[in-house]
C-alpha cells in the first residue's frame, strides 16, 4: 500500500483580482454605487461653477459605470432581477449616506440645509428615479450586448 504518490500534481489556482470579485457581489457594489454618487452630488453642490447639468450627466456616468461593471458578468436573462435589485441596494445606500449628511447638516436641498421632513419626502422619488435610470440602461445595455452577440455570430458564420 502506498501512502504517497509517486508524481506530484502542479495545481494553479486563478484569484480573480479585488475589482472583479467586488463587481461580481450584488450588495457591495450597489452599495459603493450609493456612498460614492450620494458624496459626489455633496461635492458638486459645494462645488462653485459647476452646473446642474454637468453633475447629472457626470452621476448618470458614474452609475451606468457601476451598473455596467456588475451586469457584465452575468447572462442576459440574470439581468432581469439583477438590475432591480442594484437600484434597490444602491438607494438605500444612497439614502443612508444622506441621512449621515442631513444629521451633519450637510445635505443641501437647493441652497438650504436639508431637514429630516424634507429627506422622508425624497425617499420615493429617489427609488423611483433610480429604478428608472438603472432599468433603462439595463435594457439598453442588454439591446446593445444582443446586437455585438449577432453581429459577431454572422461574421463567425460566413468566415
Do not use: K
Not at 13 to 29: A, F, K, Q, T, W
Not at 109 to 116: F, I, N, P, Q
Not at 135 to 152: H, I, S
Amino acid at each position: 500500500m502506498r501512502f504517497f504518490p509517486q508524481d506530484t500534481l502542479e495545481w494553479r489556482v486563478m484569484e480573480p483580482s479585488m475589482l472583479r470579485r467586488l463587481s461580481i457581489s450584488l450588495v457591495p457594489m450597489a452599495v459603493i454605487a450609493g456612498i460614492v454618487l450620494r458624496s459626489a452630488r455633496l461635492v458638486s453642490l459645494h462645488a462653485p461653477g459647476l452646473t446642474v447639468l454637468l453633475v447629472w450627466i457626470v452621476g448618470l456616468a458614474l452609475l451606468a459605470a457601476f451598473v455596467t461593471l456588475h451586469l457584465g458578468n452575468y447572462p442576459l436573462r440574470q439581468w432581469v432581477w439583477r438590475a432591480p435589485s442594484f437600484a434597490l441596494v444602491q438607494t438605500v445606500a444612497s439614502l443612508t449616506t444622506s441621512a449621515v449628511f442631513v444629521a451633519l447638516g450637510m445635505e443641501r436641498l437647493g441652497s438650504t440645509a436639508m431637514r429630516w421632513p424634507q429627506w422622508l419626502g425624497d425617499i420615493f422619488p429617489t427609488l423611483v428615479r433610480n429604478m428608472i435610470a438603472v432599468c433603462a440602461y439595463a435594457l439598453l445595455l442588454a439591446v446593445a450586448v444582443q446586437l455585438v452577440r449577432r453581429t459577431l455570430a454572422v461574421r463567425g458564420a460566413r468566415g
